[in-house]
C-alpha cells in the first residue's frame, strides 16, 4: 500500500508502510498527521491505518522512554548548570551568602537551576520505581 502523508497542508508521498513505521518509531513522523491511500474515502491519522506501529505498545513505550529520557537528560543539566554559576560567579567572587554582596541574586539563579534540575531528576527516577 502506497502512502501519502499531509503536514502543514502539504501533501507528501507516496511512501511505504514500512518507511512510515520507521518515521513513527523515530519520531519525524507524528501519529496525528494525516495519511491517505488510494481507495480512501478521506485524509485520516496515521495511527488510524491498519498496520502501523503508532497503535502497538511497542511505539507507545519507545517514545514514553525517549520522553523520560529527556527529562533526566534535562535535570542533569540544569543541575550542571547551578553548580557552574555557582561556582564561576559565586564563590569566586566572594562569599554569595552575606547580605551587602551584589552576587546574591547569581547564587538565588544557580540554586533555582539546582532546584529544577534535582526536580526533574526525581520525577524521572520515581517513574523508573513506578514502571518496576
Known sequence: MELFISRSGQKHGPYSLEQVN???????LNPDDLAW????????AV???TGTVAKSKTYAGRRNRRDW????????LMSFLGLVWITV????????????NPQKTSTGVAGAFLIGGV????????KLIRNR
Open 22 to 28: 520507521a518515521w513513527l518509531i523515530s519520531g519525524e
Open 47 to 49: 495511527s488510524e491505518l
Open 69 to 76: 529520557i529527556i527529562c533526566l537528560a534535562l535535570g542533569l
Open 89 to 100: 560567579v559565586g564563590f569566586l567572587s566572594g562569599n554569595p551568602f552575606s547580605e551587602m
Open 119 to 126: 526536580l526533574f531528576s526525581f520525577i524521572y527516577l520515581l
Open 37 to 44: 491511500y488510494e481507495g480512501a474515502n478521506n485524509w485520516v
